[in-house]
């Protein structure tokens, strides 16, 4: 990168933090006159084609919540198309987020006033992902929280909330949210959100077994107890337990059909049977419970169950 070129990109960058792609792309095609290879420049410019067009796209959505519906989602296909690129340039990936989620906390910010409880919690937990990409955890926190107390025990927000715990260094009450998160609703959870190592590393670890699309979703909190990251245990209530058990009669039911997703329900059964044995173990149960429950493990996934018992 040229002495010139270098100078110009701070302001070029400057503008993309502030959310005005526009004004970067000016003088982005006023430096490649003179410094047409730059790999930096290539880089940036293509950032600032693909967010010029996505604004398009999203002002021609005239319904407000429509609109903020596929806010976030402009953000995990800027993803995908910028993953092609060979090379990397931090400072301007950096700043097209930190423009991005500014930009889109504030059109999320004019619809908090929803009257509809579930859309409502929608938009405080995409709220909260904005700040939590913005790195203001607080903020994040409160916003989730609050989307949690507006129809409480969304798993996607659930999953959000525990992310926000793990990159405060507080493990504790993520490995918490985040087990509770994944044996509410495993296919409600969006991973492309999810940012602490804690969470990354079990994905990566799960997929490392194979697993991909719907079906990763569903093993990952299975592989997070077999490798000890979702390890902190609760009491059921006992409504609760009755609806784990009635849950799990009908799962049973539901594999004795050869047509059954086996793909899907191999690893939800595996996740009841855990939050069951748990259950066993903290009440104080007679442990001949937990050995049918071991026994029914076995049966159904073998290296599973000789995994858990090491």
């Known amino acids: 990168m040229e002495i010139q070129t270098e100078a110009k990109m701070k302001d070029?960058?400057?503008?993309?933090?502030?959310?005005?792609?526009?004004?970067?792309?000016?003088?982005?095609?006023?430096?490649?006159?003179?410094?047409?290879?730059?790999?930096?420049?290539?880089?940036?410019?293509?950032c600032c084609i693909f967010w010029l067009d996505s604004i398009i796209r999203i002002n021609r959505i005239e319904d407000s919540y429509e609109?903020?519906?596929?806010?976030?989602?402009?953000?995990?296909?800027?993803?995908?198309?910028?993953?092609?690129?060979?090379?990397?340039?931090?400072?301007?990936?950096?700043?097209?987020?930190?423009?991005?989620?500014?930009?889109?906390?504030?059109?999320?910010?004019?619809?908090?006033?929803?009257?509809?409880?579930?859309?409502?919690?929608?938009?405080?937990?995409?709220?909260g992902i904005c700040y939590k990409k913005l790195g203001d955890f607080e903020n994040a926190r409160t916003h989730l929280?609050?989307?949690?107390?507006i129809y409480p025990n969304l798993s996607s927000v659930l999953a959000e909330l525990a992310d926000c715990y793990s990159l405060c260094g507080e493990d504790k009450f993520g490995k918490v949210l985040f087990r509770e998160a994944f044996f509410t609703d495993p296919s409600n959870i969006d991973l492309d959100f999810l940012d602490s190592e804690l969470i990354k590393c079990l994905i990566e670890k799960t997929k490392s077994k194979g697993y991909s699309g719907k079906p990763l979703q569903y093993w990952i909190p299975v592989y997070g107890v077999l490798t000890g990251v979702l390890n902190i245990k609760r009491e059921l209530t006992s409504q609760e337990v009755a609806r784990l058990k009635k849950d799990i009669?009908?799962?049973?039911?539901?594999?004795?059909?050869?047509?059954?997703?086996?793909?899907?329900l191999?690893?939800?059964?595996?996740?009841?049977?855990?939050?069951?044995?748990?259950?066993?173990?903290l009440a104080k149960e007679n442990p001949a419970k937990i050995?049918?429950?071991l026994l029914k493990i076995k049966i159904l996934d073998s290296n599973i169950y000789e995994a858990y018992i090491k």
């Not at 596929?70 to 090379?87: C, D, M, V």
């Not at 929280?145 to 107390?149: D, F, I, K, M, S």
């Not at 009669?249 to 899907?264: G, R, T, V, W």
């Open 12 to 46: 070029v960058l400057k503008f993309l933090k502030e959310g005005n792609p526009l004004e970067a792309q000016k003088i982005i095609s006023s430096l490649f006159e003179n410094d047409l290879d730059s790999k930096e420049l290539i880089y940036t410019n293509k």
């Open 67 to 127: 609109r903020s519906e596929n806010l976030l989602l402009e953000w995990k296909n800027f993803q995908a198309y910028i993953s092609r690129e060979k090379e990397t340039y931090e400072p301007a990936l950096f700043a097209v987020q930190h423009g991005f989620f500014g930009n889109a906390l504030e059109s999320f910010k004019k619809l908090f006033d929803e009257k509809d409880a579930f859309q409502r919690a929608e938009i405080y937990k995409k709220a």
């Open 145 to 149: 929280t609050e989307a949690n107390n």
């Open 249 to 264: 009669y009908a799962m049973e039911n539901e594999f004795k059909d050869p047509a059954c997703n086996s793909e899907i």
């Open 266 to 281: 191999i690893p939800r059964l595996l996740n009841c049977y855990f939050w069951l044995m748990d259950h066993y173990d």
């Open 291 to 293: 050995s049918d429950v």
